[in-house]
């Protein structure tokens, strides 16, 4: 079991949460992704001290990370070694544990179904674990059991096929892909986590967020990297599948404070986090050629190999909750995002970058 570090004294008022936050220490899985290095830089801006968990051997994104945020320490872990999260965990001793790793992109996971399974959704088992074995949580419910507190990456994907209009946090889940199957598994698990052993554990149902530094392998940042490589003649068209799907899209950026929030709660309970505003595939397209100054119908071609085997053709959240509780709001709207997306592209590939080799703007 872990001895705990000091704490400041307790003083009065904002002077109180910023000598609080000072003390503070997170870990992160999943830092050298899109929400990582946004929560990083969030945790630090508060007075945290920051620890990432990173894979590998000669993971190129690691470079990129140290060169954006200098201060992050790091650890190394894999979420599919449980001793590796045990290490990292007493090593570490954290005050919060941000679980963002997991297989992310949604069609990865009918190829590689039982991979997803492991990383997305046993993940989160292991990393519970974890902390419980750290914390020297044996037995059942106590409230308040262990001091350190779990933040877990939810997806509106579980709630695929939807039932309700807009979606908020007692909707019922229907997934549609292994991903979302092993999402729903993760969830259930911290809220079962937080009941068997009362452990501070939090789901954020996070609706999609995007970014300069989104993975090019979504369809904001295929569009945005498609919109600037055909405006500097690299390419003349764009391949695209299901241009009707809905998507409730918002700022990574915005995103990521509301994990902070949820942890810095009195009692922990899971958020609906999203705009409440949704766009077709084919609204972004046409937004985006626009920015650029370019018709989308002169360079947008439908390829079936892009068509999912079942897709979420809606999802639109209801985050009143968050709003009411947390006082959490997205500050970026969807017309300021596409903008900033299409721009740091443009910017990105004149001055001879490459997507592979940077994740945008500061990267
Ligand atoms: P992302 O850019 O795809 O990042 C995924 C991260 O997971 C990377 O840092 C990756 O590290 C790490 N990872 C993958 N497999 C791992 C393993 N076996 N062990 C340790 N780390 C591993 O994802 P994101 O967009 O930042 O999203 C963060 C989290 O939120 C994810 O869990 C995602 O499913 C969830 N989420 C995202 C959205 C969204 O719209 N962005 C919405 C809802 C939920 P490497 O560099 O080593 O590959
Ligand atoms: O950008 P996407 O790949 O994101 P998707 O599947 O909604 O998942 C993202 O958001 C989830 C939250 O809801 C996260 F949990 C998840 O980790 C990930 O970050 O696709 C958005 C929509 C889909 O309906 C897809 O069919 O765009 C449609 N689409 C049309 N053509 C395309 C394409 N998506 C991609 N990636 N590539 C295309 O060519």
């Known amino acids: 079991m872990l001895p705990r570090r000091g704490r400041s004294p307790a003083g009065s008022g904002w002077r109180r949460n910023?000598?609080?936050?000072?003390s503070r220490r997170a870990l992160i899985t999943g830092i050298t992704g899109q929400d990582g290095s946004y929560l990083a830089e969030h945790l630090i801006a508060c007075g945290y001290e920051v620890w990432g968990l990173v894979r590998g051997q000669q993971n190129p994104r690691v470079r990129q990370l140290r060169q954006l945020l200098g201060d992050v320490r790091l650890i190394r872990g894999d979420l599919l070694d449980q001793g590796s999260l045990i290490s990292a965990v007493e090593q570490v001793q954290p005050d919060e544990v941000y679980n963002l790793a997991a297989i992310s992109y949604v069609p990865m996971s009918w190829q590689q179904a039982e991979l997803?399974?492991?990383?997305?959704?046993?993940?989160?088992?292991?990393?519970?674990?974890?902390?419980?074995?750290?914390?020297g949580i044996s037995a059942s419910r106590s409230p308040g059991r262990g001091q350190i507190r779990f933040y877990q990456a939810s997806s509106s994907e579980m709630f695929g096929m939807v039932r309700e209009s807009p979606q908020n946090e007692?909707?019922?889940?229907?997934?549609?892909?292994?991903?979302?199957?092993?999402?729903?598994?993760?969830?259930?698990?911290t809220?079962?986590?937080?009941?068997?052993?009362?452990?501070?554990?939090?789901?954020?149902?996070?609706?999609?967020?995007?970014s300069?530094?989104?993975?090019?392998?979504?369809?904001?940042?295929?569009?945005?990297?498609?919109?600037?490589?055909?405006?500097?003649?690299?390419?003349?068209?764009l391949r695209l599948g299901n241009l009707s799907a809905r998507r409730d899209w918002g700022y990574a950026a915005d995103y990521v404070r509301a994990m902070r929030l949820m942890l810095?709660?009195?009692?922990?309970?899971?958020?609906v986090i999203g705009t409440g505003v949704t766009h077709t595939v084919g609204?972004?397209?046409?937004l985006a050629f626009k920015v650029a100054g370019l018709d989308w119908r002169e360079h947008v071609v439908t390829d079936a190999a892009f068509i999912r085997p079942a897709e979420v053709d809606k999802l639109c959240a209801d985050p009143s909750l968050a709003r009411e509780r947390l006082g959490w709001e997205s500050k970026v709207g969807f017309e300021e995002l596409v903008a900033m997306m299409v721009e740091a592209d443009l910017a990105l590939l004149s001055s001879g970058g490459h997507a592979e080799d940077s994740f945008g703007d500061s990267w």
């Open 212 to 237: 300069p530094r989104r993975g090019a392998e979504f369809v904001t940042r295929k569009i945005s990297l498609g919109v600037a490589r055909i405006k500097l003649g690299y390419e003349k068209q």
């Open 283 to 286: 609204e972004l397209l046409e």
């Open 18 to 22: 910023w000598e609080a936050a000072l």
């Open 264 to 271: 810095a709660g009195e009692e922990p309970a899971d958020y």
């Open 191 to 210: 809220q079962n986590y937080r009941e068997s052993y009362g452990m501070f554990a939090v789901s954020g149902i996070l609706f999609n967020h995007e």
């Open 170 to 189: 007692q909707t019922p889940f229907h997934p549609r892909s292994p991903y979302g199957v092993a999402k729903t598994y993760g969830h259930f698990l």
């Open 116 to 135: 997803t399974g492991e990383v997305t959704g046993l993940g989160v088992l292991r990393v519970l674990e974890a902390i419980r074995v750290c914390s």
